[in-house]
């Protein structure tokens, strides 16, 4: 009896924990979709003007847009300020998710969890510029060559063209965050650089196969987003030397 009576008032804290722990998520995640909704709602009412943005690669090709069905502009436009809500809430929901996993952390953890919390949007920013100003004017180009091969003309949809950008986008923009997580594999003792570049051919194949998915089978838009990909792994190779080195040094003094 006296042991029932010692852990049940462990347990009855294990469960409130629990229970707190489950709040402050539901809370955070109320507020994500809070700032998801304020985005997309005025993203909605504007989406004429962010898609003339996004339509900027096909003009300049001298081609128009079509729609196909009734509902088809409409429907175009929701998913617009669906994917412009999403976007403006992400590095709110990064905040938000540090800011839960904040109080587990220790000093160099939390170091690094606020580096990624900077860095990831930079990334997926630059990623997503890359292949809106560089990557998708190669790929449309390849498609309009391809189409215009045997007197088939091309008429592409105003909603297909979207659904391809937004791809290539998001595509390139998880792409750029691989240099991070091999980053932090160093920081967390996983591997070391040495060991990660005695697989370089290896990753050199992985890359541009990656880079083949994400992009029509063509040499120029796979080297369009396969060649910064490498120029990042080289880079990260070379900061993780250097915070090895700079480790080293530290436990040795």
Not at 46 to 51: D, K, N, T, V
Not at 127 to 137: D, E, I, K, N
């Amino acid at each position: 009896m006296a042991k029932e009576q010692k852990t049940k008032p462990d347990s009855d804290e294990e469960l409130n924990e629990w229970t707190e722990h489950l709040e402050e998520l539901r809370r955070r995640i109320i507020a994500v979709l809070a700032v998801f909704t304020v985005a997309a709602i005025p993203a909605f009412a504007f989406s004429e003007h962010i898609a003339a943005f996004l339509m900027t690669p096909v003009a300049d090709l001298g081609l128009e847009l079509y729609t196909f069905n009734p509902a088809e502009k409409f429907l175009a436009y929701l998913n617009l300020a669906v994917w412009t809500g999403a976007i403006v809430a992400a590095p709110f929901c990064l905040l938000q998710i540090g800011l839960f996993v904040w109080p587990a952390l220790k000093g160099k953890e939390r170091r690094w969890t606020l580096t990624a919390l900077l860095v990831v949007p930079v990334l997926f920013i630059a990623g997503s510029g890359l292949a809106y100003r560089f990557l998708s004017p190669v790929v449309l180009r390849f498609f309009l060559r391809f189409a215009s091969g045997d007197g088939i003309q091309p008429l592409w949809g105003f909603k297909e063209y979207l659904a391809l950008l937004y791809a290539l986008m998001l595509a390139a923009g998880l792409l750029l965050q691989t240099p991070l997580l091999l980053l932090f594999s160093f920081v967390l003792g996983l591997t070391t650089p040495k060991k990660v570049a005695r697989f370089r051919p290896h990753i050199i194949i992985m890359i541009f196969l990656a880079a083949g998915i994400c992009t029509p089978p063509d040499v120029i838009s796979q080297a369009a987003l396969g060649v910064p990909l490498y120029l990042l792994f080289e880079l990260t190779l070379f900061i993780g030397g250097f915070l090895s080195r700079t480790n080293g040094e530290k436990k040795e003094q």
